[in-house]
Protein backbone atom coordinates (compact mmCIF):
# COMPACT_ATOMS: atom_id res chain seq x y z
CA UNK A 1 0.00 0.00 0.00
CA UNK A 2 1.34 3.70 -0.77
CA UNK A 3 1.22 5.60 2.63
CA UNK A 4 1.17 9.29 2.34
CA UNK A 5 2.01 11.30 5.68
CA UNK A 6 0.50 14.71 7.13
CA UNK A 7 1.45 17.99 9.02
CA UNK A 8 -1.65 19.57 9.72
CA UNK A 9 -1.16 23.00 11.15
CA UNK A 10 -3.49 25.69 13.37
CA UNK A 11 -2.90 29.14 12.87
CA UNK A 12 -3.52 31.28 16.76
CA UNK A 13 -2.91 34.26 14.97
CA UNK A 14 -4.36 36.30 12.48
CA UNK A 15 -4.85 36.21 8.88
CA UNK A 16 -2.37 39.18 8.82
CA UNK A 17 -0.40 37.94 11.29
CA UNK A 18 -0.43 34.04 11.15
CA UNK A 19 1.18 32.22 13.89
CA UNK A 20 0.99 28.04 12.97
CA UNK A 21 1.54 25.46 15.88
CA UNK A 22 2.25 21.94 14.25
CA UNK A 23 -0.50 19.57 15.76
CA UNK A 24 0.14 16.25 14.44
CA UNK A 25 -1.05 14.74 11.07
CA UNK A 26 -2.50 11.36 9.44
CA UNK A 27 -1.19 8.76 7.61
CA UNK A 28 -3.45 8.29 4.40
CA UNK A 29 -3.16 4.76 3.51
CA UNK A 30 -4.05 4.20 -0.42
CA UNK A 31 -5.23 0.23 -0.61
CA UNK A 32 -5.83 -1.55 -3.86
CA UNK A 33 -2.45 0.17 -5.72
CA UNK A 34 -0.84 -1.82 -8.56
CA UNK A 35 2.37 -3.11 -7.48
CA UNK A 36 4.00 -3.34 -10.95
CA UNK A 37 3.88 1.18 -10.95
CA UNK A 38 7.16 2.61 -12.18
CA UNK A 39 8.59 5.48 -10.27
CA UNK A 40 7.51 7.60 -12.47
CA UNK A 41 3.99 6.20 -11.96
CA UNK A 42 3.99 6.23 -8.14
CA UNK A 43 4.87 9.90 -8.55
CA UNK A 44 1.94 10.80 -10.39
CA UNK A 45 -0.54 8.80 -8.22
CA UNK A 46 0.71 11.30 -5.35
CA UNK A 47 0.06 14.48 -7.51
CA UNK A 48 -3.14 12.93 -8.40
CA UNK A 49 -4.55 12.25 -4.63
CA UNK A 50 -2.78 15.59 -3.10
CA UNK A 51 -6.27 17.15 -3.22
CA UNK A 52 -7.91 14.43 -1.05
CA UNK A 53 -5.03 15.26 1.52
CA UNK A 54 -3.93 18.76 1.45
CA UNK A 55 -6.00 21.75 2.23
CA UNK A 56 -5.46 25.55 3.28
CA UNK A 57 -7.38 27.84 5.17
CA UNK A 58 -6.59 31.13 7.01
CA UNK A 59 -7.09 28.97 10.26
CA UNK A 60 -5.57 25.39 9.65
CA UNK A 61 -3.47 24.24 6.93
CA UNK A 62 -2.64 20.14 6.35
CA UNK A 63 0.07 19.31 3.59
CA UNK A 64 2.25 15.94 2.05
CA UNK A 65 5.31 15.57 4.23
CA UNK A 66 6.35 12.33 2.91
CA UNK A 67 5.32 9.00 1.46
CA UNK A 68 6.14 5.47 1.14
CA UNK A 69 5.21 1.68 0.01
CA UNK A 70 4.43 -0.12 2.85
CA UNK A 71 3.27 -3.85 3.20
CA UNK A 72 -0.53 -4.31 3.10
CA UNK A 73 -0.02 -5.03 6.87
CA UNK A 74 1.35 -1.55 8.06
CA UNK A 75 0.14 -0.19 11.03
CA UNK A 76 0.71 3.85 12.00
CA UNK A 77 2.15 4.28 14.86
CA UNK A 78 -0.64 5.70 15.85
CA UNK A 79 -2.56 2.38 15.39
CA UNK A 80 0.21 0.26 16.92
CA UNK A 81 -0.21 2.39 20.05
CA UNK A 82 -4.16 1.81 20.16
CA UNK A 83 -3.21 -1.88 20.25
CA UNK A 84 -0.52 -1.84 23.20
CA UNK A 85 -2.69 0.27 25.25
CA UNK A 86 -6.02 -0.71 24.40
CA UNK A 87 -6.02 -4.17 22.61
CA UNK A 88 -7.78 -2.82 19.59
CA UNK A 89 -7.86 -0.32 16.98
CA UNK A 90 -10.69 1.88 17.59
CA UNK A 91 -9.91 5.41 15.58
CA UNK A 92 -8.02 4.12 12.61
CA UNK A 93 -6.12 6.15 9.72
CA UNK A 94 -7.68 7.47 6.47
CA UNK A 95 -7.71 5.11 3.71
CA UNK A 96 -8.62 5.87 -0.30
CA UNK A 97 -9.20 3.71 -2.75
CA UNK A 98 -6.92 3.73 -5.53
CA UNK A 99 -8.77 4.52 -8.76
CA UNK A 100 -6.62 4.04 -11.76
CA UNK A 101 -7.51 7.45 -13.85
CA UNK A 102 -8.80 6.56 -17.55
Do not use: H
Request: proline share 4%.
Amino acid sequence: MLVLRTQYQENYGTAEDPYWKNKGGQEFKVKNLPTNLTEQEMLEVVDNLLPQVQYYNDYQVQYLLDWSVEDDSYLSWFEKSQLEYDGEITCKEPEIEYVENV
